[in-house]
């Protein structure tokens, strides 16, 4: 575990390969699970905002799920996620060619129809985030379904947090994660470089 300012990093950042590779995976991580993807009660908001400007991106099933129940919702677990149709599949979740699962939310900022471009848990995975009073913990969130996102980084040779540097900085700012690129180099320089 490396402590980044209030933050405590898995090593798995470290030793584990990974970039995502959309033509195998296809964007799983969008439609399989029980649940919706974290958000805080912010991104809720922020969801509810963008959402007349999104719309005409949605799903027919998926817009008459947000129209009955709202964007979001509290799962078993008691944690605020975005809403799931047909009881799998993100309600911002689009297709594209071949079937690939896209985002209806990163879509729309890429193309500079809104100025956000997805909630933060989309933006970082695989890396979960879990808050604590004193700190917040950076894990991995290894999932089957991502098998070829290791693959694809090994054979590139590019490390969760190299993959992550836009969002990690993003949500952390550069100066702590210029700090834990320093401490992943450290680590690697003194450890050899790790295979996972």
């Known amino acids: 575990m490396l402590q980044i300012k209030d933050a405590l990093v898995s090593l798995d950042l470290i030793e584990q390969f990974f970039c995502c590779d959309l033509d195998k995976c296809l964007g799983e991580c969008c439609i399989e699970g029980d649940a919706g993807a974290p958000i805080t009660g912010a991104e809720y908001e922020k969801l509810k905002e963008i959402l007349p400007a999104?719309?005409?991106?949605?799903?027919?099933?998926?817009?008459?799920?947000?129209?009955?129940?709202?964007?979001?919702?509290?799962?078993e677990e008691g944690d605020l996620v975005t809403q799931i149709v047909d009881g799998r599949n993100c309600v911002f979740t689009t297709y594209g060619p071949g079937g690939k699962c896209?985002?209806?939310?990163?879509?729309?900022?890429?193309?500079?129809?809104?100025?956000?471009?997805?909630?933060?848990?989309?933006?970082?995975?695989?890396?979960?985030?879990?808050?604590?009073?004193?700190?917040?913990?950076?894990?991995?969130?290894?999932?089957?379904?991502?098998?070829?996102?290791?693959?694809?980084?090994?054979?590139?040779?590019?490390?969760?947090?190299?993959?992550?540097?836009?969002?990690?900085?993003?949500?952390?700012?550069k100066e702590w994660y210029d700090e834990l690129k320093e401490a992943c180099e450290a680590y690697l320089e003194e450890y050899g470089q790790t295979n996972s």
């Open 54 to 75: 999104i719309k005409d991106r949605l799903l027919p099933s998926a817009l008459a799920q947000i129209e009955r129940q709202g964007v979001g919702y509290v799962d």
């Open 102 to 173: 896209l985002c209806a939310i990163e879509g729309a900022y890429r193309d500079g129809i809104i100025d956000w471009r997805k909630p933060a848990s989309c933006y970082l995975y695989p890396v979960r985030l879990t808050r604590y009073p004193t700190f917040t913990a950076v894990n991995y969130h290894k999932w089957k379904i991502c098998r070829c996102a290791e693959v694809l980084g090994r054979a590139k040779g590019t490390r969760l947090y190299q993959f992550l540097e836009g969002p990690l900085t993003e949500v952390f700012g």
